[in-house]
């Protein structure tokens, strides 16, 4: 063979194996339409992109886009991240809709879980999205969990089990490929991937008992998809986080867990792997573990990256670090479920645009009121009232876009309501000031895990002890003369909290 034929050789391996790799990115991209470098890139092999709220106008906006997709790949897998609670990407510019896990789980009917996963999954399938990076079916067993918390059904393991269940099922029939994530379970611990490694030491009887319980529940309930969790476990890895660990993701998802769908890892541009492994690094290890599908794009979402992570997986394969054969088999069962949306896409039914009658109903009933004795204080409220809401810390998997709270809907029932929030270091010595000849309503999120907002809303109870408290998140702590928990802070649940505190339906509308 002369050199010439070994250098076509080598180009066209190389061009191979390009392919192979741009098929197990998930990328995402900035705009409300596909920029070119995407369209391009679809034609060169990609097979996945993964949109954000930045590229979310309303459903109209979102089909047409996820149609010029297609224009360019027929099978290209849309993914989004909306657990349709308080992460929400499809209605991040007003809330959700729909209430999160940690209502559901409050209300525990699987019926009702399953019939508002299946009516996100009509909405999304409407709009073109194919894979959805839900359920989290994380057992939230620390309350002090500062990056899961009302995202999990709850902190019962067979509860979240059930609900797993019922939401896979649920979205799926809907038309869409659930994720069910952050394997092996992200509920019990105290650092927020994001920014750093969590470490969880559970023993494995405990593991497999608590935070494996939901994940079993889901690959029995057919997920086509598997979310890994940026985890240090050493009771099943000492050394590597899960996404990076071949123990955890081959030998106990794939071996003894028995999942054949597509393993999608967290995104690598995250702290807890990107700061020890660099983006490349962690991308191709992710894969020589047995990940399929590396996502990407949430704070880097340029063409310069997804070429950068391209390169990297080519090079890796070239110098023996990532076999061949296992990025083959990557690209393959992310063609699979690419199969499995485009015969889902051609079964679906049509879904509500842009809001969710039964997300409203089910956020009604996952209210929970408790009166707390003390001064007279009765719901409806007699007349309008002075809502002071509290704002905890921007928590990224959340974003800082979506509005949230109690002000707006009870405004809009209760005309004279008056409204204000405060961060930490800005609430005054009386946060209750504003409130004199009016009922008072607190308003927080998560406020056992806050001590500022503590501290603020035990200085408006004692000058204000009818005052009541509205909690948006996990009620771990329950306070005021009335307390009245949500379980999230979605639209849906800011709505029906407003409906309690005025003694009327909101509008529609709002």
């Not at 109209?60 to 027929?74: D, I, N, S, Y």
């Not at 081959?250 to 393993?263: I, N, Q, S």
């Not at 894969?287 to 950068?308: F, K, M, P, Q, S």
Request: hydrophobic share 45%.
């Amino acid at each position: 063979m002369s050199e010439r034929q070994r250098a076509n050789q080598r180009v066209e391996r190389n061009g191979n194996l390009a392919a192979l790799a741009a098929a197990v990115l998930q990328p995402g991209f900035v705009g409300t339409t596909p920029p070119a470098w995407v369209c391009r890139w679809l034609g060169d092999g990609l097979g996945s992109v993964v949109l954000f709220s930045r590229n979310v106008v309303d459903p109209g906006q979102v089909a047409a886009l996820t149609a010029a997709l297609r224009a360019e790949r027929p099978d290209v897998i849309v993914a989004i991240d909306e657990e349709a609670g308080d992460v929400t990407r499809i209605e991040s510019g007003r809330g959700s809709s729909r209430p999160g896990n940690l209502a559901l789980g409050a209300v525990d009917d699987p019926a009702l879980t399953e019939e508002v996963a299946r009516d996100l999954g009509e909405e999304l399938a409407a709009a073109g999205v194919t894979l959805n990076y839900a359920p989290d079916v994380d057992v939230n067993s620390n309350p002090d969990n500062p990056v899961i918390g009302v995202r999990s059904f709850g902190a019962e393991p067979s509860l979240v089990a059930r609900h797993t269940t019922a939401w896979v099922r649920g979205l799926q029939a809907g038309g869409v490929a659930a994720c069910a994530k952050h394997f092996p379970g992200h509920g019990d611990t105290r650092v927020d991937s994001h920014h750093d490694l969590p470490r969880i030491d559970a023993d494995r009887a405990r593991l497999h008992t608590v935070e494996l319980a939901p994940f079993r529940a889901a690959v029995a309930a057919g997920v086509q998809a598997v979310m890994t969790g940026h985890l240090l476990v050493p009771a099943l890895d000492p050394d590597l986080p899960a996404t990076l660990s071949g123990r955890i993701l081959g030998g106990l998802l794939r071996e003894e867990m028995g999942f054949d769908g597509v393993v999608v890892t967290d995104a690598v541009e995250m702290g807890a792997v990107a700061d020890r492994y660099g983006f490349a690094g962690a991308a191709v290890r992710a894969l020589a573990a047995g990940a399929d599908a590396i996502c990407v794009g949430g704070e880097h979402a340029d063409e310069e990256t997804a070429r950068h992570l391209r390169d990297a997986i080519v090079d890796a394969v070239v110098a023996g670090e990532l076999p061949e054969e296992r990025l083959a088999e990557a690209a393959k069962r992310v063609g699979q479920l690419a199969a499995w949306t485009v015969a889902a896409r051609t079964a679906r039914s049509a879904g509500p645009a842009g809001g969710s009658a039964v997300g409203l109903v089910a956020a009604r009933r996952a209210v929970r009121i408790t009166p707390r004795g003390g001064p007279a204080t009765t719901l409806p409220l007699a007349g309008p009232a002075h809502v002071v809401e509290f704002q905890p810390p921007h928590n990224i998997a959340i974003g800082s876009e979506t509005p949230w709270g109690v002000a707006a809907p009870l405004t809009a029932l209760v005309p004279g309501t008056t409204s204000v929030r405060y961060v930490e270091n800005a609430v005054p010595a009386d946060p209750a000031a504003g409130a004199i000849g009016r009922p008072l309503v607190l308003v927080v999120r998560d406020l056992h895990r806050h001590a500022w907002m503590r501290d603020a809303v035990d200085r408006a109870l004692t000058a204000r002890p009818d005052a009541v408290v509205v909690e948006l998140g996990v009620p771990a702590l329950v306070t005021g003369a009335v307390h009245i928990a949500t379980h999230g802070a979605t639209r849906a649940a800011g709505r029906a909290a407003a409906e309690l505190l005025g003694g009327g339906a909101v509008s529609p509308g709002w």
